[in-house]
């Protein structure tokens, strides 16, 4: 029961942070100007905006399905890999961002058995 309540809570919190950072990107706040001012993102053959509006597109989708705990290692996996991106791309400055990797890595390996919509629906549905 411990194991489900924790695995719970660092599922909705790393959910929580890219829900937040992908609205983020919608209201133009510090990290999407910081990806607008990025040469790699600059250089692309479309305007930077539709970039930044995909990256917090992604956030969004991966914030809410891991809340929700639907496909958790699924979205796991691409929040991981958002992470690593980010990380190169910032030039490991932002500490922050290996601490939720660690918590990716390791929700994208372990079984998902936190309380969340896989959870009820393996218990409505058991036979």
């Known amino acids: 029961m411990k ?12 959910g929580a942070v890219f829900l937040i950072f992908g609205i983020g990107k ?19 053959p479309w305007d930077v905006g539709i970039t930044v509006f995909f990256i917090g597109v992604s956030e969004v989708v991966t914030g809410t399905f891991l809340i929700l705990g639907v496909f958790t290692r699924i979205f796991s996996a691409i929040a991981g890999l958002q992470l690593v991106v980010i990380l190169a791309l910032l030039q490991f400055q932002e ?33």
């Open 3 to 14: 194991d489900k309540i924790v695995f719970t809570i660092l599922r909705v919190s790393l």
């Open 26 to 44: 919608f209201q133009d706040d510090i990290w999407a100007q910081t990806i607008k001012s990025m040469e790699i993102f600059q250089g692309l």
């Open 95 to 127: 500490i922050r961002d290996i601490g939720l990797l660690g918590i990716a890595i390791y929700m994208a390996f372990v079984k998902d058995e936190s309380f969340g919509f896989n959870w009820i629906l393996t218990r409505c549905f058991k036979k």
